[in-house]
């Protein structure tokens, strides 16, 4: 197996320097990523105001549309209306039994007769 030459880490010069001040890797490190969360924000923002435009403006199409013709809603007149449609539809209908089947169903079965003792 190999063995791989072992190399000191403080020999290179940036070395050096971020062991000695180690804000200057983590500062801009730090102010980059800030610096995109506030910039990613406008183009989310942008992007949701777009949004709220498309339903304004289906909604106030909605309102010249639909409001003008509307009528109030009263839930007993839907009752009323739902019940007398629901009436007239059906009509009872009697099934044919399988053969062998008596008209209300299976007779209960005896139970088995006593011992007298």
Known sequence: ????PSRPRGDTRLSKVIKKYPGLFGVPFVLIIVGASYGLSTFTQTRYDLHDQKVKQVTKEQELNLDR????????????????????????????????????????TEPPPKKDP
């Open 69 to 108: 013709n509307r009528k109030k809603f009263d839930i007993r007149e839907e009752y009323f209306r739902l019940n007398a449609v629901a009436d007239d539809d059906w009509e009872p209908k009697r099934i044919a039994r399988p053969k062998g089947l008596p008209e209300w169903g299976v007779p209960p």
């Open 1 to 4: 197996m190999t063995v791989f």
